[in-house]
Every structure is written in structure tokens, then in C-alpha cells.
């Protein structure tokens, strides 16, 4: 079992929609990653939180908004997006975002955009 | 922009064999990492090798690390069906501050009964 949880685990919406993701982890760990994967691709940074602060923003488009609101929740939200969004998200936590870091990921939500 | 090639892109082997993944990568690097991913599962971290480390062992993983070739490599040894997954290694950069990983492009690795 995955220590980083991810809701809801799939996740289909129009263009028009506006929805959330949420991730949480238990583990005391103060820095958090949103990574983007499409099929058969590697994944791909978007944002990283340390100390519940936006550290990293790696030219995401702006239909896509990160929120930390306390030291264990991470959470992304979604408004007006494109089909060419559609993808595999995922979550990672690990204990401080500089130094030589393993990184705990949850199992992602796969988000469908019609 | 994409940091690490790796090769094979695919891999099929049988159980008991060995099994090689590398990566090469462009930049220096703080530390370089493998992650396993099994099918619409997220990544579970393997091994984490630092610049100045050339060689680590995690039970039946080994991965070597050379700075000068800027390449790693991963075996995995007496390979078993639980290990057909995609491998990826991630480089942490040196110079950005917070840890940025990048993944390479990865590997599908099969291991047949």
C-alpha cells in the first residue's frame, strides 16, 4: 500500500468543468511534487511545495492551480481544461525538497478530458 | 526538457536471468535515482546513488554511477516475474535549489515464467 493517497483515482470532466484533486500524506514530510505523465512517457514535473510554500512552477498554464494548505494535503485544481490535459497525475511527497531525497509517490489520478 | 536516455527502450527476458537497464544523462547532478512503475500504479523509489558514489547495492539491485560518461546503470539479478514494470532513472541537477528530478525515458522491462 501506497503511504501517499490520491483522489479520486479516475476522473472525467468537460472542458467546462472545474474539479479538484487531492493528495495527502501521514509521513511528517515537508515538501510535495504535482507530476504530469502521458502514456508510455516519463513523468513530468509541474510544481513543488516546501514548507507549504510554492517553490518550483514549471510554466504550467494557469487552468491548473496548486494549493497547500497544511503540511500533509496537496491539492490541484482544474478549470477549463484542454483534451490534450488528459494524463496520469501524480502525487510525491518527500521529507525536505533540497538534498539527496527519495521521493514517495501515490498510485495518481487519471483524468480524461472530453 | 527530457535529461535521461535510456536503453533499451524494452527488455524481455526469463525468469532467472539478469537483467541491464542504462541511462545517460546531460548535466552535473547532485544524485541520480531508479524508480520502478508497474502498470497504472505510481513510481515506488529503488535506489538513490550520489555524485560522488559510484557503486550501490539494494538486494538483488545494483546500480553504478559514472560522473565522467555522465551514464548509470541498473541490474537487476535472478530476475522474477513480480519484477516486469517500467524502470526510470530520475537526475536531481546541481544549481536549482529544490529538488527537480527528471526522469528518463524509461524502460519496460518483461521477465517471463
Known amino acids: 500500500d501506497t503511504e501517499v493517497t490520491q483522489t479520486p483515482k479516475h476522473l472525467v470532466m468537460g472542458m467546462t468543468n472545474k474539479k479538484s484533486l487531492k493528495c495527502e500524506q501521514h509521513m511528517g514530510h515537508r515538501a510535495m511534487y504535482w507530476y504530469k505523465q502521458k502514456a508510455k512517457k516519463p513523468p513530468e514535473l509541474m510544481f513543488v511545495y516546501s514548507y507549504e510554500k510554492l517553490s518550483i512552477n514549471e510554466s504550467v498554464p494557469s487552468r491548473f492551480s496548486p494549493e497547500c494548505p497544511n503540511s500533509s494535503l496537496l491539492n490541484l485544481h482544474l478549470h477549463a481544461l484542454q483534451p490534450e490535459d488528459s494524463a496520469l497525475y501524480l502525487c510525491?511527497?518527500?521529507?525536505?525538497?533540497?538534498?539527496?531525497?527519495?521521493?514517495?509517490f501515490g498510485d495518481g489520478t487519471r483524468l480524461s478530458i472530453l | 526538457s527530457q535529461q535521461g536516455e535510456e536503453d533499451p527502450q524494452a527488455l524481455s527476458i526469463q525468469e532467472g536471468e539478469n537483467a541491464t537497464m542504462n541511462c545517460s544523462y546531460k548535466t552535473s547532478i547532485n544524485n541520480l535515482q531508479w524508480y520502478r512503475q508497474n502498470s497504472g500504479r505510481g513510481l515506488v523509489h529503488l535506489i538513490l546513488i550520489r555524485s560522488n558514489e559510484r557503486e550501490k547495492h539494494s538486494g538483488r539491485l545494483r546500480v553504478t554511477l559514472d560522473t565522467s560518461k555522465k551514464s548509470s546503470s541498473l541490474l537487476i539479478t535472478a530476475s522474477r516475474a513480480a519484477d516486469t514494470a517500467s524502470y526510470f532513472c530520475a537526475t536531481d541537477t546541481v544549481n536549482t535549489g529544490f529538488q527537480k528530478l527528471v526522469f528518463g525515458t524509461g524502460t519496460r522491462l518483461l521477465v517471463s515464467p
Open positions: 510525491a511527497s518527500s521529507q525536505v525538497a533540497r538534498g539527496n531525497q527519495p521521493q514517495h
